[in-house]
C-alpha cells in the first residue's frame, strides 16, 4: 500500500488545514512554485539505475476533460504533480514525491495509484508494476537495494 510505506495516509481529514489551503475535490492542497527535489542518495541512485519511467498507456481512458496541474502540497506533506479530474481527483498521470525522498510516477484513478506505475522508496527498493487502489496488484517487478528482486503477480499488496 502505498500508505504503509510512504507516509500517505487515507481516511479522516487532519484537523490542522492550513488557512492558505484550496479545497482540490477530497484534499486540501496548497499549489508550489516549483516542484521541490526531496531525492536522497538511495532513490537517485536507483533512478539512475532504471532510468526514467516510461509513459506508456493512452491518458484518455482516464477521461477526456482531464486538467493538469501542479505542484501542489496535499494535507499530508505529499506534492502531486500532474493530471485532476474536474471534480479535483488524482486522475490520469501524475507523480506524487514525499519529505523522505520516496516517488511514485504513474497512473492514478479516483484520487489514488491506479493502471501501471513506478514506487521508488526512500531506501532505495523499487516496485514497478500494475496498482489498484494504492495496492500493488497484478503483474509487476520489486527490486531491493542489495539486488533481490521478485517479478510475479500481486494481491492487495503481497
Known amino acids: 500500500m502505498l500508505s504503509a510505506r510512504s507516509g500517505q ?20 492542497a496548497k499549489q508550489l512554485a516549483n516542484m521541490p527535489d526531496y ?7 536507483t533512478e539512475q539505475q532504471v532510468g526514467p519511467f516510461e509513459w506508456e498507456e493512452d491518458e484518455s481512458q482516464y477521461g477526456t476533460d482531464l486538467v493538469v496541474r501542479g505542484p501542489y502540497e496535499l ?9 485532476w479530474s474536474t471534480e479535483g481527483l488524482r486522475q490520469g498521470r501524475g507523480v506524487q514525491i514525499w519529505h523522505d525522498g520516496s516517488k511514485y510516477e504513474g497512473y492514478w484513478s479516483n484520487d489514488m495509484a491506479n493502471g501501471r506505475g513506478r514506487l ?9 508494476g500494475e496498482w489498484k487502489d494504492d495496492m500493488a496488484d497484478g ?11 521478485y517479478t510475479g503477480q500481486w494481491l492487495a499488496d503481497k
Open 75 to 83: 494535507d499530508n506533506g505529499a506534492i502531486y504533480k500532474g493530471s
Open 9 to 28: 495516509f487515507r481516511g479522516g481529514m487532519p484537523s490542522n488545514r492550513r488557512a492558505d489551503s484550496q479545497r482540490n475535490g477530497l484534499v486540501y
Open 39 to 45: 531525492s536522497n542518495e538511495a532513490t537517485r541512485q
Open 120 to 128: 521508488i522508496h526512500a531506501d532505495g527498493d523499487i516496485y514497478e
Open 139 to 149: 503483474h509487476g517487478t520489486y527490486s531491493h537495494a542489495n539486488g533481490a528482486e
